[in-house]
């Protein structure tokens, strides 16, 4: 069984900086592509962010480029998103997602509960 389990939300100044983690198991992690998806509220679900299966090709949304870091330990089973320069925009709850493939950027068949991220001052 899948299992995706995001931590390291938080609330945060502008400005501030938070790094996400994605703990999982059920699935041999080495071999798909994950991603990290936002909810903003009353928004739909958007990609932010994804990884290929050896951390090789990243691809993040133009709205977090240069802010927004996604990395993997495949030893560790792990997945990692960094934010830095948080506005308030980025106020959503972040989901682990797992890809279809050893890369998707916009497909994705799991995700987690989802960990909330809170920028306001």
């Known amino acids: ?14 400005g501030g900086s938070l790094r996400l983690s ?8 080495s071999t798909y592509g994950m991603l990290w ?18 951390g090789g090709t990243t691809s993040v949304t133009p709205s977090v480029k240069g802010r927004f870091t996604i990395s ?3 030893a560790k089973d792990t997945l990692y998103l960094q934010m830095n320069s948080l506005r308030p925009e980025d106020t959503a ?12 950027n916009t497909v994705w068949t799991n995700r987690g509960q989802g960990t909330q991220v809170t920028v306001s001052s």
């Open 72 to 74: 993997r330990d495949n």
């Open 1 to 14: 069984q899948v299992q995706l389990v995001e931590s390291g939300g938080g609330l945060v100044q502008p």
């Open 37 to 54: 998806v936002r909810q903003a509220p009353g928004k739909g679900l958007e990609p932010v962010a994804a990884i290929s299966n050896a």
């Open 93 to 104: 709850t972040y989901y682990c997602a797992k890809g279809d493939s050893w890369w998707s």
């Open 22 to 29: 994605c703990a999982t198991s059920g699935f041999d992690f």
